[in-house]
């Protein structure tokens, strides 16, 4: 089983532990208690990240873990059946527990994914009740409680939400609340007025869905889109596809397929904990239907392997997940706008497929491409012996037959990649800005606050928009790269999609730039121990680049960035170009590189196989922090000579990938840099001096301001001294650089055209 988001989430709350002293005289004892006899649950409750990254953070606080543990507060930590003297305790509240689940105030919940978290009144210590059937998310849940029971851990965390019960299904499907006195003595109630419940706010969505019924195919729509020309199109498209795939999946077609059009991907990742086009509950998950997704026209393919997902599950085949996914593609056809074995060439050239260890794993590995992989998986189910699916996977694959396949498909001739292509003119200059994404499931790519952000960046003059997802690694010589998938409040590939599309129905055009997330570090230190470690990280890099590539291409980007401030890499040159020429084989833009203004930009020996040149310019100005204006300027020159001289010697046109002054005391001084002394005039007028002396000369492509969020409610300046720029001074001066269109002016020298 996965890690289920809320663990995840509580991951992420050990790194918002405050600088603040601890309190005076606050050292506390907290008793997490769990049964004896239930070892997998403590193995659980001891790798659960609040317990072992949290806690050992936290002054003044300790926690005693095991049946015999007792504190100031305490945390009974239990699997069904709960210990008879705790069920005795629960009869002053409303709460009922039983051997198929539990009741709050009359509601039962009987999923074995949904946990129970309670306090329990009474004098004395403070004692809590954690129950539930799957042992990792009864875990997580107990971290949760310790977050908001103990005294220690509240005054040195900021966000943590109180409660006095929760019911968890997902880590954003909650149902959570106060007590308030009863109406007899002694015994408490749910204090409606204070409660938040979504889970009966999901219920109450699915119950007021509209059916528009199919031979083969039910689609449930909301009620005031009950006749949607386009919702009924796909309710025929889904039908006739439901027949076409059924044939070749005998006998799943008994009852007909019922699909659910959620609202949005709020509303989807709520439900499920993942977002995507289309989601297959898993059971036992609490759903309305067989196939729940978010209607978009272009999305169709998406729609089509859901419901072959669907197909594939009713058979009753179980295969390893990974081929499962290929079985269902194999059925639906399309992938990402094309048919799938349109990809084969390109993921054979670029070296990105699984091996058949991989491909027939129990679980999806972290470094498996939700995108390259079922593609493999397919073409894998294609040359299986059988006409239909229970005949190709009649007792289950067997390796041998797998490698065979896979041994074919590297085997064949492949086209060459496409030559580099022309630059634009100056109509063509970008006026950026890196929207990042802001985690959680309302602020993320999917949420609607994308697109209020895009509209103040209408306001602003820009005409682009960069996306930047992000892959993680351990650390700089750390071979494997994970590539992240489906969270809700975190980065998915649905997500960035939907950002980009909304960029482009305003007329903005879009960057697609992958970055690393490297833990303990930074990118440009990515330096591997051995030649066996390099081809690793390269295999693994590649993976996740071709990944973007194709979602880039789907989406309607203009521009992709193969990486960003790799700068311990640029030197191994036949990778990079065997990278450019993979990635021209599926993207049918521009391509670039945003190059480390200090490690990589004039190191760079492959710029002549991309299209611009870029760079993520933060160049010093000045090296004191009392600088004036014009020593600024004489630093802005210097660092646009540089710029033009790159642009002329391998020419190329020039982009700046980022630009970003933080607004701190100096920004001129060290521009890669947040924190320090809060100071909006100098992040103002850094910004200012360099781009008047900037200019727009023939050379440059363009800038991208680094950065704005996902959300505008992150972008509203405030205290920090950060890259804010909305909402500050600094706004002015990028306002007046981007409201002339971008036309070129003389400054900053000239480059001659590229050489193509």
């Not at 083969?216 to 889904?238: F, K, N, S, T």
């Not at 006739?240 to 990742?269: H, I, N, W």
């Not at 299209?611 to 020593?631: H, N």
């Amino acid at each position: 089983m996965s890690l289920p988001g809320r663990i995840v989430g509580l991951a992420r709350a050990a790194l918002l532990v405050t600088l603040a002293a601890p309190t005076a005289g606050s050292a506390e004892t907290v008793a997490v208690r769990s049964p004896e006899d239930d070892r997998t649950l403590a193995e659980a409750l001891r790798a659960s990240p609040v317990l072992s990254l949290l806690v050992p953070r936290i002054d003044g606080l300790r926690v005693e873990l095991g049946p015999e543990a007792t504190g100031d507060v305490e945390i009974v930590v239990s699997r069904w059946p709960v210990p008879r003297e705790i069920v005795d305790r629960l009869a002053v509240l409303p709460v009922e527990l039983g051997e198929e689940g539990f009741a709050l105030d009359g509601t039962a919940y009987r999923l074995p994914g949904q946990a129970l978290a309670v306090r329990i009144p009474g004098e004395g210590r403070s004692l809590w009740l954690v129950t539930g059937r799957d042992p990792e998310r009864v875990a997580g849940l107990a971290g949760s409680v310790l977050l908001t029971a103990s005294q220690a851990v509240r005054e040195r965390v900021r966000g943590v939400e109180p409660f006095d019960y929760l019911v968890y299904e997902t880590r954003y499907l909650e149902r959570r609340g106060f007590w308030r006195p009863g109406a007899s003595s002694g015994a408490m109630a749910v204090d409606r007025e204070r409660e938040v419940d979504r889970m009966a706010e999901r219920d109450r969505a699915w119950a007021s869905l509209v059916a528009l019924p199919g031979r083969h195919v039910v689609l449930w729509v909301p009620p005031d889109r009950r006749g949607d020309p386009e919702l009924a199109d796909l309710a025929r498209a889904l039908d006739r596809a439901a027949a076409e795939m059924a044939p070749r999946v005998p006998g799943t077609l008994e009852r007909p397929v019922e699909v659910v059009v959620e609202r949005d991907y709020e509303s989807l990742g709520r439900a499920f904990g993942r977002v995507a086009e289309a989601v297959v509950p898993e059971p036992p998950a609490a759903a309305k239907g067989d196939l729940h997704l978010v209607f978009h026209p272009g999305d169709l393919d998406a729609y089509r392997y859901g419901l072959a997902c669907v197909l594939v599950g009713r058979a009753g085949l179980e295969p390893p997940p990974w081929l499962a996914d290929g079985a269902a593609l194999w059925l639906a056809g399309g992938w990402y706008g094309r048919g799938w074995r349109s990809y084969l060439d390109p993921f054979v050239a670029a070296r990105v497929l699984p091996e058949a260890a991989e491909l027939l794993a129990a679980e999806r590995q972290a470094g498996g491409s939700a995108v390259i992989w079922p593609v493999a998986a397919a073409a894998v189910v294609d040359r299986l012996p059988g006409d239909d699916l229970r005949a190709k996977l009649a007792g289950g694959p067997v390796a041998a037959r797998v490698e065979e396949a896979l041994a074919r498909l590297v085997a064949r001739p492949l086209p060459p990649p496409a030559p580099p292509r022309a630059a634009g003119g100056p109509e063509d200059r970008w006026r950026g800005v890196s929207l990042a994404m802001t985690p959680g499931i309302e602020n993320a790519y999917h949420g609607a606050g994308v697109d209020l952000q895009l509209a103040r960046f209408a306001a602003l003059g820009a005409n682009a928009v960069a996306v930047m997802p992000y892959a993680f690694q351990r650390g700089p010589r750390e071979p494997a790269i994970r590539v992240l998938h489906g969270e809700p409040g975190d980065e998915n590939d649905a997500g960035l999609i939907h950002a980009a599309r909304r960029a482009r129905a305003r007329g903005f055009r879009v960057l697609w730039k992958p970055h690393l997330w490297v833990s303990g570090s930074w990118p440009g230190e990515i330096e591997m121990g051995s030649e066996g470690d390099w081809r690793s990280w390269w295999r693994s890099y590649r993976r996740y680049v071709v990944h973007q590539a194709v979602l880039a291409r789907f989406a309607g980007a203009e521009l992709f960035a193969l990486g960003a401030e790799l700068g311990g890499t640029v030197a191994r040159e036949e990778p990079w170009r065997d990278l450019v020429a993979s990635v021209r084989r599926l993207f049918p833009g521009r391509l670039t590189y945003a190059a480390n203004w200090w490690n990589d930009f004039e190191r760079v020996g492959f710029w002549d196989a991309l299209d611009l040149i870029g760079v993520d310019a933060y160049f010093p100005l000045a090296e004191s922090e009392e600088a004036g204006r014009e020593e600024l300027a004489r630093g802005a020159r210097e660092v646009t000579a540089r710029l033009a001289e790159a642009a002329r010697r391998h020419r190329r046109p020039m982009l700046l990938t980022e630009l970003g002054y933080a607004a701190r005391r100096g920004a001129w001084v060290q521009p890669h840099e947040e924190g320090g002394v809060l100071d909006e005039a100098d992040q103002r007028l850094a910004y200012e001096v360099f781009l008047e002396n900037l200019g727009r000369p023939e050379w440059l492509a363009g800038v991208f301001v680094w950065k704005a969020f996902s959300h505008p409610r992150v972008d509203r300046g405030g205290e920090a001294p950060d890259f804010r720029f909305l909402s500050r001074p600094a706004e002015e001066p990028i306002a007046a650089y981007f409201a002339d269109g971008g036309r070129p002016e003389a400054p900053g020298g000239a480059a001659p055209p590229p050489d193509r």
